[in-house]
């Protein structure tokens, strides 16, 4: 018989079967329909972590620290051997860890590599208030340093180049901060702003006491334990725009990475944090991959790259994803045993049929491919109702899941052709597998004992 | 031509052997009508598979066109199966679900006949039993009588040399039934179609040029053919 001949056959015995096949194969829609959407889900997921990522970190993008326990997990666990170059740092759950931090000279060993360049260091920013030009209330805002390497969008005002930084006296305000201050964007370009920074103060010892009182007498050592701070002024550069694509979702005042510079040294100034950084970041000439085991080697540094960063969010992803694809896998071999059983019953069924056709010269082998066309229909079927409802889903969900999750134009089920023809393709297999057993006994039937029973 | 030889066909083992054929030996000559006749339990319906190869007997030979189908592999008996023969069945052993269309190629589809051919033999077939104008209706729509019509249908569709009806009347009133025999009779000679009729209906057995009396597995009398 010929493969067409008999793939219509095993059609049309499965359409005379309506409400069997359609049932049998619902059990493998639901494994297809969870295995799709838990598919498209981490598709989107990951191209949603990947744009993020570009969005926000250079390819080229090197993190340097001194210490692996910070770029590793569980920084700060456990008891460690103390040496002197030990500091302390704030660890997520905000206790207190020790680790070792990159000094100055280290920065300047690293400013001097020629296969790396923009090395800056991380200076955490802290300042005590912010006056705005114009406005009488002071604020406390956070700060940070603006990143050259992400492109983002303004309000008002303009920015420089992709790459280029702004001016020491420039700062960059975030669009969040207007409704608070009560001004329109376009108001708050080119007005001043004043940053209060203030200097951790050193205990004095009682040499000091003792000097100042000499030289100024009690002034002097009031002064000398009065908290001290410092303004920098600033003119706003631009106002920065909310970004979906942003990591951080804590509107920040943004300075240049050198005015970043004078506010940390000054308010680290004579602690034991003076001259110190977590890390610092810098940007690969060549392949960072390479660069990365170069400065490990070279320095003992532990270096991430932005593949690496990437990795960490994509395992993140993956395991959400697994998590729920071993469901639907539960899912299709439940169905497997549906099918077989189906199968089972059809070849009881139909045992004179099979007597027929074994008398009518159909060969073992043609008859064993009727009964695992028949499963392999159905397993097409399953899937391609599956994947259908899923898709279906997809199309009238993606819409409100994005405002929903506020994605901002990126929408979080994405189904990717292949992977979803690949599927069904592996569901026809399946189910082809799990009629073998049923479609075996088809074929071993004894045509004299077939054609005995009506 | 049609030797059967020495056919010899036992069930079970050693203690409780039973032989439904006992050295069965007879010849029917080409185009032919042949009864074979006897009770239940007589092995007339073994004798019927061993001759179309169904079965396969301990010893003897089934001579057609002088070749040996015993010493034939599984696949060429069902391909010999497929092209030379056809059988018609007491209790039909029509596809309810299927069309009249689909009923009668399935001979066709087995034996690798080429689509395109199919469709005029397929209604020429249909046309020949009187059920044309129903192929598109479900065999299970269908009476007992056009089942059967349905059933010579689809054993005459691919030209079959050799023709086997295991009691094709025995489900059938006295009226349908005559004309189920009709047609069988018809085609046989016609066609010079051999046709082997296994029945127990002595009426029927008649009708056949040859008989071939069978009893607790020995054939006891031959009336007719080449003697």
Known sequence: MKRIDIMRRAGRNLQQAKGRTFLTSLAIAVGAFTLTLSLAAGQGAREYADNLLKNNIDPQALFIVKDKAITSAGAGDGIREYTDDLSSTTAGSGASVAVKMLTKDDIAKLQARTDIKEVVPIYSLSSR?????GIDKKYAVSLNYYDSSILSDVAAGSLPKLGEQISSNEILVPEDYLETLGVTAEQLVGKTVVVTVPQVTATPTQEDITNAFVSGGDKAVQELFAPKTKNFSFTVRAVLKKSAMAITSNPQLHVSTTAAGEMFDYASKGTENADKYLGAT????????????TLEKDHGYSVQTAKDAQGLLFTFVNILQGIVAGFATLALIASVFGIINTQYISVLE???????MKALGMRRRDIGKLFRYE???????????????????????????????????????????WQVAILILSLVVIAIIAGWLPARKAARLDPIEALRTE | MIEVRAVTKTYGKKKNIFTALDDVSFTIPDGASVAIIGKSGSGKSTLMHVMSGLDRPESGEIMIDGENILTFKQKRVDVFRSEKMA????????????????NVGLPLEIARVP????????????????????KKQRARDLSGGQKQRLAIARAIVNKPTILFADEPTGNLDSVTG????????DYNKKNNTTLIVVTHDIDLAKRCDMQVYIKDGKVVRVLGGAQ
């Open chain 1, 129 to 133: 208030y912010v006056a705005f030009q």
């Open chain 1, 282 to 293: 810098a940007i690969a000439k060549h392949d960072p991959a390479v660069t990365k085991t």
């Open chain 1, 350 to 356: 139909r045992t004179s049929q099979i007597g027929l």
């Open chain 1, 375 to 417: 499963a392999a229909w159905i397993g097409f079927l399953g899937g391609a109702l599956g994947v259908g409802l899923a898709l279906i889903l997809g199309w009238l969900m993606n819409p409100w899941i994005t405002k929903q999750l506020d994605l901002g134009g990126q929408t979080l089920l994405i189904f990717v052709w």
């Open chain 2, 87 to 102: 059988f018609i069945f007491q209790s039909f052993f029509v596809q309810g679900n299927e069309s009249c269309y689909n």
């Open chain 2, 115 to 134: 689509m395109r051919h199919r469709k005029t033999r397929i209604e020429k077939a249909l046309d020949a039993v009187g059920l044309l104008e129903k």
């Open chain 2, 178 to 185: 005559a004309s189920v025999e009709k047609l069988l009779f």
